[in-house]
C-alpha cells in the first residue's frame, strides 16, 4: 500500500522561505515521476514541479520557476520541494504526489498516489 506523508508547512511572510519533505512508503519509483501540485479553495489543482527518480530534467511550473527547487533522495524514498521568495499567491495546500503510470513530468492525470497534503500561508 503507498503511502505518502508531506511536512514542512507553515506560515512565512512574503519574501520568506520553506522546505516540504514527503515521505513515501510502499511506493516503486522505477523511471515515474514524483512531484508536488498545490490547490487553493474554490480553484483547480495546480501543478507546481515535479522529478524522475534519476533527478535528470525536473520540470517547474512558470509561476515558481527560479524560486522553487525540487529535489529527492531516492534511496529513501524522500521528495523536498525547496521554496524561496515566497510570494503570497503561493498559498494553497499543498501535495505530494506519485505517477502511478509513466506519462510526462507535469502530467497531472498520470499520478495516481496523493498525500493529505500540507498548508503553505504566505502573508505581505
Known amino acids: 500500500q503507498v503511502q505518502l506523508v508531506e511536512s514542512g508547512g507553515g506560515s512565512v511572510q512574503a519574501g520568506g522561505s520553506l522546505r516540504l519533505v514527503c515521505e513515501a512508503t510502499?511506493?516503486?519509483?522505477?523511471?515515474?515521476?514524483m512531484g508536488w501540485f498545490r490547490q487553493v479553495p474554490g480553484k483547480e489543482r495546480e501543478e507546481v514541479a515535479a522529478?524522475?527518480?534519476?533527478?535528470?530534467?525536473?520540470c517547474y511550473a512558470d509561476s515558481v520557476k527560479g524560486r522553487f527547487t525540487i529535489s529527492q533522495d531516492a534511496a529513501k524514498n524522500v521528495l523536498f520541494l525547496q521554496m524561496d521568495n515566497l510570494k503570497p499567491e503561493d498559498t494553497g495546500m499543498y501535495y505530494c504526489?506519485?505517477?502511478?503510470?509513466?506519462?510526462?513530468?507535469?502530467?497531472?492525470?498520470?499520478?495516481?498516489?496523493w498525500g493529505q497534503g500540507t498548508q503553505v500561508t504566505v502573508t505581505d
Open positions: 522529478i524522475p527518480m534519476n533527478d535528470r530534467s525536473p
Open positions: 510502499g511506493y516503486t519509483w522505477r523511471s515515474r515521476h
Open positions: 504526489a506519485g505517477q502511478s503510470r509513466f506519462g510526462r513530468c507535469l502530467q497531472s492525470e498520470t499520478f495516481g498516489y
